[in-house]
Nanobody, 123 residues
């Protein structure tokens, strides 16, 4: 069965950190570009970061630059989103996606979506 499963969300205080995981099954994640997206209540889904499987180049949304990073563990067929210095405005449902990242046009063509994991930043 082909799927992406996110985990690691939860409640964290402002300034805290969380690491989200995105585990793939049924396909090899390393062959795909990876995107992390988020959607807050009442807002459109937005791209957080997208990374290329070919050269590792990564696009970061301005709102997360310097605070969020991505890493891969190919042995576990898993990617991670490390989030630090979290702010209340980071509260959202976070989704990972596997597909193709077209950096020239800032477009991510998704082949697979995860089901999402909730991140809530609140004191």
């Amino acid at each position: 069965q082909v799927q992406l499963v996110e985990s690691g969300g939860g409640l964290v205080q402002p300034g805290g950190s969380l690491r989200l995981s995105c585990a793939a099954s049924g396909f090899t994640l390393d062959y795909y570009d990876i995107g992390w997206f988020r959607q807050a209540p009442g807002k459109e889904r937005e791209g957080v970061l997208c990374t290329s499987s070919r050269d590792g180049s990564t696009y970061y949304a301005d709102s997360v630059k310097g605070r969020f990073t991505i890493s891969r563990d190919n042995a576990k067929n898993t990617v991670y989103l490390q989030m630090s210095s979290l702010k209340p405005e980071d509260t959202a449902e976070y989704y990972c996606a596997a597909g193709a990242w077209y950096s020239g046009s800032y477009y991510f063509e998704t082949d697979y979506w995860g089901q999402g994991t909730q991140v809530t930043v609140s004191s």
